[in-house]
Structure formats: structure tokens, C-alpha cells
């Protein structure tokens, strides 16, 4: 009977000094990319490759998600706002909209997905085939030059792919509201251009998507270190990358969204 | 220690947790001399090239490389030790996604500041030394099991190292390929006059080009000698081992704590 009490409180003592170890160790390891940082950022062309890597082979996915999320946006949009004879506002709902918050939470989302996922797998897989302790025993430190090159080009990289899905969806939204729903061209633009605030809206977005960036790069490669070197293992840490990125993402939005705005 | 000895293991234990990999070992291995540590899987053989390495720290006792203890090293004279020695992985560790001459390169790329002409001719050589002269373009998925063997230790041997550690060299390697890596080892060996240490389970091929042999069991040194000792030796440890026989010193089946009986449930069984 004691035990039938004690087990369960005994899994949560367990996980709970699990997670809080994992967060002292994720800490740790933040730091030690910060100091190997200058080692890797002085071979600027290693973060270039994995920009491209992490970056560039983004764009596509960013760029067509974001044309229909402004798309919807439009759609769903012009269908409030005509409710309340506010149709005209429509540019500034779209851009508001994205630019505070879907652009930067969706892009990162889907950053995490595309490029995040294949960091983890990438990196565990190093880890699996003893890449990284070849690496270590060359008097190479794996840190300065297999992480720190992703961590910074994922977070050069996610602030612009933000940048791209607001266009993207601003765009959308205009191929929506102006030209199939007809529109006038010069209230959709002047609209928005009169209630968004460069520094409070853009910038901040902009921020925004920098943390995230943050967030979702040292997940990534620290789940791809930190994985167990083995098929299995390998493949839960991109499972956690995902999972955990998804959260963070969404309560650091929360967090960013109640002090910002 | 004698200035001859450019390894020596002294009173060394290790265990992982609670698990214990090694037990109180002490061994000297010769400057310029290809020595081999054999043993069953699991007996402890690679914990102990990871010591020499210094990616594990013994949990007592002392590694000394040419009489320093790697305890006490710095974290930068680690390197330093680390850019002086080679080391062949059991399966490679070439870097998937370089080619081959971009993972022969990547040690010399790393520690020098030599143009990429000379780097290209350096590559050129030691693939050249390990017959592999013209595979430079190929990507490591490209290449058989042999030929990312001879790549790997291409790689380790690019800065000339003054010690070369072995893992497993000819697990999983056809007879010819054994044969080619066994010989290359031989002559890189003589031709460089590094130390080596070569751990293996392959015993026969082993004691054709080595100077000296270790056997390790359960963490602890069972016999050694040379080649010749070994072959003579009456030890049944060594004579199993070398025959592959199931009965003797060293247990085949797991201790599995109950009958074979028991576990299939018949009755009237009894505890083994």
C-alpha cells in the first residue's frame, strides 16, 4: 500500500530533478557555445554553409506558408470587418496581425520543423557514428566547430525568415482583399501604413523572431548532443526538438507579447 | 618510469557509475613499438585507448604519455597531446558529409596554416600511402567498408602522429581488406616509428605484426608477452581465446540466475 503512495511521487520527484538537471545542463551548454563562439565566428564561411543549410533551403516552405496565411487572413478578414462596415481596415488587420504575431511564431514553427529537426539529426547521428569524438580526439572541439556554426546561423537566420513570411502574407492578403474582392488598392496600403508603428509593431516583431531564433537553434542542436547514440535515441531528440520547440515558442510568445505590447 | 615506456598505465581503475570497466591495471608500452590489446567484448579494451585519448579520466591510478600524467593536464595541453597522436575508430568516423579529400584534409586544415596547394599534395600522399590515390572526389557513402577504413587512417595519419591508437581495425573487413589494413599498419608503423596500440579481438592476424601483446579480461591483464610467448603460452585464458573454444576461464552464456527450466516454466526444475 506504502508503495502503491510512493511510486507515483517517487516518478514525479524523478522527473522533476530530471528536468531541472536538463535545464542546469541546456544552461551550460549555452555558455559553452558563447565562449567557443569567437573561435567559430573568426571561420565566418562555416555559419555561411549552415545558413544556407538552415536558412536558405527554409525560404521555400516560409515563403508559401506565409502567402496563404495571408491569404486566410484576407478571406477571413474582409468577412469580419465588412460585418461592421470596417472592410477599408483590412490592410492594417493583415499586417498587424503578422507582424506582431503570426509571422514570427508561424516562421518559427516552421524553422523548427524544417531545419531544427534535421540540426538534432544531423548533430545525434555525429554523435552515433563517433563523428564528434574524431572530431574531439583531432583536437578539433566539437562545439566550436559543429555547433556554434549552427547555433548563430539559425539565429542569423530566423529573423529574416520571419521578415520574408510578413511580406509573403501582407502580399496575400493584398492578392485577396484588392484584387479578388476588389478593394481599393490606395485604402488597403494607406491603411496600413497609418496604424503600423515601425518601432512598435515591426521591430518588436522582429525581436520577437530573434529570441525564438535563440530558442529554437540551442533545443536543436542541444537535443542532437545530448541524444542517446543510437537509432532510437537519435530519433526521440528530433522528436523532443520538435515537441519542446512548439511550447517554447508559444509561452515565450506569451511571455514577449505581455511585456511588449 | 623508464624513458623507453611512452605509455604507462599505473595501478589504473575505472568504472562507469557503479559499473566497474577496469581494475587496478599497470602496464608499460615501448616508445616505437606496436603493441596489442586483446580480449573479449566488453572486457575493457576500448576504455582503455578512451584513457589514453583522454576522453575519459581514470577513477584512480595514474596514464602517463611520455611521463606526464593526463590528469593533470590543462585543458589546452590536452589538445596539444591529442594534435601529436592518430586514432583509427572501429567503423571510421569519416565525416559523412565532406569528401575524402576534405576528411584527410580536415586535421591539417585545422592545426596548420599551410595553402591549400600543399594540403592538396599532403592528401595526395597519404592516400597515396594507403592505396587510395584517386578516390580523393568520392563522398564517404561512395566507399566500401575497406576503403573507408584505409580513409580513416589516412586521416589519422595526416600530421605524421607520434602515437597511433587502433579501435577494432579489422572488425567487420573481408580477408583481403584485413590483410591490406594489417600490413599498412605494419609499415606505417616502421616507416614513421610512432607507437602504437592496436586493440583487437583478431587474434591471429594480430600477432603476425605485433611486438607485444596484453590480454585483458573483466577489467584486469590475464597474461602478455610477445608474439612467440603468447603462441607458446600455456595459460588455458590465452589457449581459449586464441581457439575460440566455448568451455574455459572465460564464461560464454550470460549469468542468467535461474534454470533454463525455470524460466520456461516446467516443474520440477532446480536453480542452476
Request: aromatic share 8%; glycine share 10%.
Amino acid at each position: 500500500m506504502t508503495e502503491l503512495l510512493l511510486s507515483p511521487l517517487r516518478r514525479l520527484g524523478h522527473t522533476t530533478i530530471n528536468a531541472i538537471w536538463r535545464l542546469g545542463f541546456i544552461s551550460r551548454f549555452l555558455l559553452a557555445i558563447l565562449r567557443y563562439s569567437g573561435q567559430s565566428l573568426l571561420r565566418f564561411n562555416l555559419t555561411i554553409r549552415e545558413i544556407y543549410f538552415a536558412g536558405v533551403m527554409s525560404v521555400i516552405i516560409v515563403v508559401v506558408s506565409g502567402l496563404f496565411v495571408g491569404m486566410v487572413l484576407g478571406l477571413q478578414g474582409y468577412n469580419t470587418l465588412s460585418r461592421f462596415g470596417s472592410a477599408d481596415a483590412l490592410g492594417a488587420l493583415v499586417a498587424l496581425s503578422l507582424l506582431r504575431e503570426l509571422g514570427p511564431v508561424l516562421a518559427a514553427l516552421l524553422f523548427s520543423s524544417r531545419a531544427g529537426s534535421a540540426m538534432t539529426a544531423e548533430i545525434g547521428l555525429m554523435k552515433a557514428t563517433e563523428q564528434l569524438d574524431a572530431m574531439s580526439v583531432m583536437a578539433v572541439n566539437p562545439i566550436a566547430r559543429v555547433v556554434a556554426p549552427r547555433f548563430w546561423a539559425g539565429v542569423i537566420s530566423m529573423p529574416i525568415l520571419a521578415a520574408m513570411f510578413n511580406v509573403m502574407g501582407i502580399f496575400g492578403g493584398y492578392l485577396i482583399g484588392v484584387v479578388m474582392i476588389g478593394l481599393d488598392s490606395g485604402t488597403f496600403w494607406s491603411q496600413m501604413q497609418n496604424n503600423v508603428d515601425l518601432h512598435y509593431d515591426v521591430i518588436n516583431g522582429l525581436i520577437k523572431s530573434l529570441c525564438f531564433g535563440i530558442a529554437v537553434t540551442l533545443i536543436a542542436v542541444f537535443e542532437g548532443y545530448d541524444a542517446t547514440p543510437t537509432a532510437a535515441g537519435v530519433s526521440a531528440a528530433t522528436t523532443r526538438t520538435v515537441v519542446t520547440s512548439a511550447l517554447v515558442i508559444l509561452a515565450v510568445d506569451f511571455v514577449l507579447t505581455a511585456f511588449m505590447f | 618510469m623508464s624513458a623507453d615506456h611512452f605509455i604507462e598505465f599505473r595501478n589504473v581503475s575505472f568504472a562507469y557509475g557503479e559499473r566497474p570497466i577496469l581494475n587496478n591495471i599497470s602496464l608499460a608500452i615501448p616508445r616505437g613499438k606496436l603493441v596489442a590489446i586483446m580480449g573479449g567484448s566488453g572486457s575493457g579494451k576500448t576504455t582503455m585507448l578512451r584513457l589514453i585519448s583522454g576522453q575519459i579520466r581514470p577513477s584512480a591510478g595514474q596514464v602517463l604519455v611520455d611521463g606526464r600524467d593526463l590528469a593533470s593536464m590543462s585543458h589546452a595541453e590536452l589538445f596539444e597531446h591529442r594534435r601529436r597522436m592518430g586514432m583509427l575508430f572501429q567503423f571510421g568516423a569519416l565525416f559523412t558529409d565532406l569528401s575524402v579529400e576534405d576528411n584527410v584534409a580536415f586535421p591539417i586544415r585545422e592545426h596548420t596554416r599551410l595553402p591549400d596547394s600543399m594540403i592538396h599534395d599532403l592528401v595526395i600522399m597519404k592516400l597515396s600511402a594507403v592505396g587510395l590515390r584517386g578516390t580523393q572526389r568520392l563522398m564517404p557513402a561512395e566507399l566500401s567498408g575497406g576503403m573507408a577504413r584505409r580513409v580513416a587512417l589516412a586521416r589519422a595519419i595526416a600530421l605524421d602522429p607520434q602515437l597511433m591508437l587502433y579501435d577494432e581495425p579489422f572488425t567487420g573487413l573481408d580477408p583481403i581488406s584485413l590483410g591490406v589494413i594489417a600490413h599498412l599498419i605494419k609499415k606505417l608503423n616502421d616507416a614513421l616509428g610512432t607507437t602504437a596500440i592496436m586493440v583487437t579481438h583478431d587474434v591471429h592476424k594480430s600477432l603476425d605484426i605485433v611486438d607485444y601483446v596484453y590480454f585483458v579480461s573483466n577489467g584486469e591483464i590475464v597474461a602478455d608477452g610477445t608474439p612467440e610467448e603468447i603462441r607458446a603460452s600455456p595459460s588455458p585464458w590465452v589457449h581459449q581465446f586464441m581457439w575460440g573454444e566455448a568451455d574455459g576461464p572465460v564464461h560464454f552464456a550470460y549469468p542468467a540466475g535461474s534454470s533454463l527450466q525455470q524460466d520456461l516454466g516446467l516443474k520440477g526444475s532446480q536453480h542452476d
